[in-house]
């Protein structure tokens, strides 16, 4: 008797190995943990058995551990280098997929008291670099600006460098904040501050129309202003894998990129993706 119970023990204990199966961990963009976590939860609930763990750290974290083969999935708020590309191929020999999953706009935040409403690239520039130090040079009140930025780690910094920095250095008064969450509270709080990041983080805090320059037009990061291209800091948010997803990463890949999946990106404050976009889907600037 004692001897058929253990077996039926075991045959229950594989039996739930079974059912649960290889978890798939997905590591990286802090701007993306929101809506990678939402996915998982969604997914898990559709999908019995499956296990999907998603944790933060910043785009260049979840790539790196790509690269180590410590993630099954890279998420990343920015395009991977070319270098870590080459890094991947070298360590694992393989290449990297890069996969688009939803649309952001770089936000601009600011306090809700701010009487400021725009402000262009240029102007950005110039304050993120001290050239610019006083609200009042910008149409605001008489006061010190207070800037916040994320670390170095993480792609919406190294976005915010390239595509409005020109790929120069951020001031040194700059403070670094671990998170987009812990640049809402601070700008949320501080009536002088200024902060970035996704579009899907933006609340208690105003956000900012941005132009190129100042003969273009002031652009919300509104949907239809990001899928069309038109605001001027609208990116891709991205998944990247060490070839071609299979067996269940491909499932949760193909459902992340179904009705079902882009449904979850729209909850979290993010957008969707136009209709043609697949994964075989070559990737863009």
Same mark, same amino acid.
């Given at each position: 008797?004692?001897?058929?119970?253990?077996?039926?023990?075991?045959?229950i204990?594989?039996?739930?190995?079974?059912v649960?199966?290889k978890?798939? @961990?997905?590591?990286?963009?802090? @701007?993306?943990?929101?809506l990678?976590q939402?996915?998982a939860?969604?997914?898990m609930?559709?999908?019995p058995?499956?296990?999907?763990?998603?944790?933060?750290?910043?785009?260049?974290?979840?790539?790196?551990?790509?690269?180590? =083969?410590a993630?099954?999935?890279?998420?990343?708020s920015?395009?991977?280098?070319?270098?870590?590309?080459a890094?991947l191929?070298?360590?694992r020999?393989? %290449?990297?997929?890069?996969?688009?999953?939803?649309? #952001?706009?770089?936000?601009?935040?600011?306090?809700?008291?701010?009487?400021?409403?725009?402000l262009?690239?240029d102007?950005?520039?110039?304050?993120?670099?001290?050239?610019i130090?006083?609200w009042?040079?910008?149409?605001?009140?008489?006061? &010190?600006?207070?800037?916040?930025?994320?670390?170095?780690?993480? =792609? @919406?910094?190294?976005? $915010?460098?390239?595509?409005?920095?020109?790929? %120069?250095d $951020?001031?040194?008064? /700059?403070?670094?904040?671990?998170? @987009?969450?812990?640049?809402?509270?601070?700008?949320?709080?501080?009536?002088?501050g200024?902060? $970035?990041?996704?579009?899907?983080?933006?609340?208690g805090?105003?956000?900012?129309?941005?132009?190129?320059? &100042?003969?273009s037009?002031?652009v919300d990061p509104? %949907?239809?202003?990001?899928?069309?291209?038109k605001?001027?800091?609208?990116r891709?948010?991205y998944?990247? /894998?060490? =070839?071609e997803p299979?067996? #269940?990463?491909?499932?949760?890949?193909?459902?992340?990129?179904?009705?079902?999946?882009?449904?979850?990106?729209?909850?979290?404050?993010?957008?969707?993706l136009?209709?043609?976009?697949?994964? &075989? &889907?070559k990737? =863009?600037?």
């Open positions: 008797m004692k001897r058929l119970l253990t077996m039926a023990f075991a045959v204990v594989l039996g739930a190995l079974a649960a199966g978890p798939i @961990t997905i590591k990286g963009s802090d @701007t993306m943990v929101i990678g939402r996915w939860e969604t997914y609930k559709a999908h058995g499956s296990i999907i763990q998603v944790t933060g750290g910043g785009s260049g974290t979840g790539i790196a551990q790509l690269i180590d =083969g993630t099954d999935i890279a998420q990343a920015r395009p991977m280098k070319d270098q870590e590309k890094q191929k070298t360590k020999r393989i %290449e990297a997929v890069e996969i688009r999953t939803a649309l #952001d706009g770089l936000a601009i935040y600011v306090n809700e008291k701010n009487p400021i409403t725009r262009t690239q102007q950005l520039k110039a304050i993120y670099q001290m050239d130090t006083n009042k040079e910008v149409g605001g009140p008489d006061a &010190e600006i207070i800037l916040y930025s994320r670390e170095n780690n993480s =792609g @919406t910094y190294a976005y $915010f460098k390239e595509h409005v920095l020109k790929n %120069e $951020f001031s040194a008064q /700059c403070q670094t904040l671990p998170g @987009t969450a812990a640049i809402i509270n601070a700008a949320a709080k501080d009536p002088n200024i902060g $970035f990041g996704g579009i899907g983080y933006a609340k805090v105003k956000v900012l129309s941005i132009a190129k320059d &100042e003969k037009e002031y509104t %949907e239809v202003n990001v899928v069309s291209m605001y001027p800091l609208a891709y948010l998944w990247y /894998c060490a =070839g299979k067996g #269940d990463a491909r499932k949760l890949v193909d459902w992340i990129l179904s009705d079902e999946g882009q449904k979850v990106v729209t909850q979290v404050g993010y957008y969707p136009p209709k043609k976009t697949t994964l &075989e &889907e990737p =863009g600037k």
